[in-house]
């Protein structure tokens, strides 16, 4: 079960990776449209390009806010913190409903975490 804890961990963190080069990706693109909006001049592109910033910075806290939990899941999965397998847990169940690939992620996540032994590794009962 070792093994899967450690497939777990590194799903979370490429998964979870994606988010944050989500956050990057979309505040970059709001942002360079906000500048040209607001180069063309006028009240109007003033409004346009703020409105296009705000976006910006709205998604980057977003798409960050989803990304870092799973990042500390998975960092925490790979070296075995008993709190990692119940953030986890809690990742796994939210991630059900982005279907097809987070259900994919929830369900395995879930499976492997509730498993009698792998709640033994994160005890301590079981070595390392």
Same mark, same amino acid.
């Given at each position: &079960?070792?093994?899967?804890?450690?497939?777990?961990?590194w799903?979370?963190?490429?998964?979870?990776?994606?988010?944050?080069? $989500? *956050?990057?990706?979309?505040? &970059?693109? $709001?942002? &360079? $449209?906000? *500048?040209?909006?607001?180069s063309?001049?006028?009240?109007?592109?003033?409004?346009g *390009?703020?409105?296009?910033?705000?976006?910006?910075?709205?998604?980057?806290?977003? #798409? @960050?806010?989803?990304?870092? !939990?799973?990042?500390?899941?998975?960092?925490?999965?790979?070296? @075995?913190? !008993? #709190? *990692?397998?119940?953030?986890?847990?809690? $990742?796994?169940?939210?991630?059900?409903?982005?279907?097809?690939?987070?259900?994919? @992620?929830?369900?395995?996540?879930?499976?492997?975490?509730?498993?009698?032994?792998?709640?033994?590794?994160?005890?301590?009962? &079981?070595?390392?």
């Amino acid at each position: &079960m070792q093994t899967h804890v450690k497939v777990l961990g590194w799903l979370f963190i490429v998964f979870s990776f994606f988010y944050v080069l $989500l *956050a990057f990706g979309s505040s &970059m693109i $709001l942002g &360079m $449209l906000a *500048a040209f909006v607001g180069s063309q001049g006028g009240e109007d592109a003033a409004i346009g *390009a703020s409105v296009l910033g705000f976006t910006g910075a709205a998604a980057f806290i977003f #798409w @960050l806010c989803l990304g870092i !939990p799973g990042l500390l899941a998975g960092y925490g999965l790979l070296t @075995l913190q !008993p #709190w *990692a397998r119940i953030l986890a847990i809690i $990742l796994s169940a939210i991630r059900l409903i982005n279907f097809p690939f987070g259900t994919a @992620l929830g369900v395995y996540g879930l499976w492997v975490l509730f498993n009698k032994e792998t709640e033994a590794m994160f005890n301590g009962a &079981m070595g390392q």
